[in-house]
């Protein structure tokens, strides 16, 4: 089946350090990536995608790229700053799938320190 | 453009009560609706998801039920609220045939 793992929090880091947040994934045929953030009481947003092997999605410093061979997705951003802090969730899309199709993992929880 | 409306905010019911929790979506038509829960710990969690009115499909056995009554309207309801119940529920749409989905802000629910 599909399935997203990443991961575990929490993850404490210095104001303009450098983040890498690993993600991999289990799923059959080609599937669509997202990163998703939840920042502290809100819901969730999109924060990057890539649709196919080798795209990077890119989005407020953050980058992601699609790797098909390691089947991983991870998340970088060269120097976080304090309004980073937050849940960032690993997705996957995958048409066919029995869980509705969109899986998450189980987020991680980035807290920055000034 | 297309905007995701859920509430309440929180909620603090006690155990064996019922529970409607609501969510409508406007400015799409027919769009695939979902029901999640966060859990403290557990990641976010699929209970329900819905292709089209009336048709509802259950991630997993459990205290809860959803129904769709209108093509931008998804409900989540409970006969009798359990402690296990608490957590913060999320409610997120999609475009038929596309790949992502759009979350409302969540409703924070306390069962005591």
């Known amino acids: 089946g599909n399935s997203v793992t990443q991961m575990e929090g929490p993850v404490t880091l210095s104001e303009e350090a450098f983040l890498t947040i690993n993600c991999t994934y289990t799923?059959?045929?080609?599937?669509?990536l997202f990163w998703y953030v939840q920042y502290p009481g809100e819901g969730l947003q999109l924060l990057l995608k890539a649709t196919k092997a080798d795209d990077k999605g890119s989005n407020k410093g953050f980058e992601a790229t699609y790797r098909k061979e390691t089947t991983s997705f991870h998340l970088e951003k060269g120097s976080v700053q304090v309004s980073d802090s937050a849940v960032y969730f690993c997705?996957?899309?995958?048409?066919?799938?029995?869980?509705?199709?969109?899986?998450f993992g189980k987020g991680t929880k980035l807290s920055v320190k000034p | 453009s297309q905007t995701i409306h859920q509430w309440p905010a929180t909620l603090v019911q006690p155990v064996g009560s019922p529970l409607s929790l609501e969510c409508t979506v406007e400015?799409?038509?027919?769009?695939?609706l979902y029901w999640y829960r966060q859990a403290a710990g557990r990641g976010l969690q699929l209970l329900f998801y819905s292709v089209g009115i009336g048709q509802i499909s259950s991630e997993v056995p459990q205290n809860l039920s959803a129904s769709r009554p209108q093509d931008r309207q998804f409900i989540l309801s409970s006969k009798k609220l359990l402690l296990s119940d608490s957590g913060f529920y999320l409610c997120a749409w999609g475009v038929q045939g596309g790949t992502e989905a759009f979350f409302g802000q969540g409703t924070r629910l306390t069962v005591v």
């Open positions: 799923a059959t045929g080609y599937p669509s």
């Open positions: 400015g799409t038509s027919n769009p695939n």
């Open positions: 997705a996957l899309f995958n048409y066919g799938g029995s869980q509705g199709n969109l899986i």
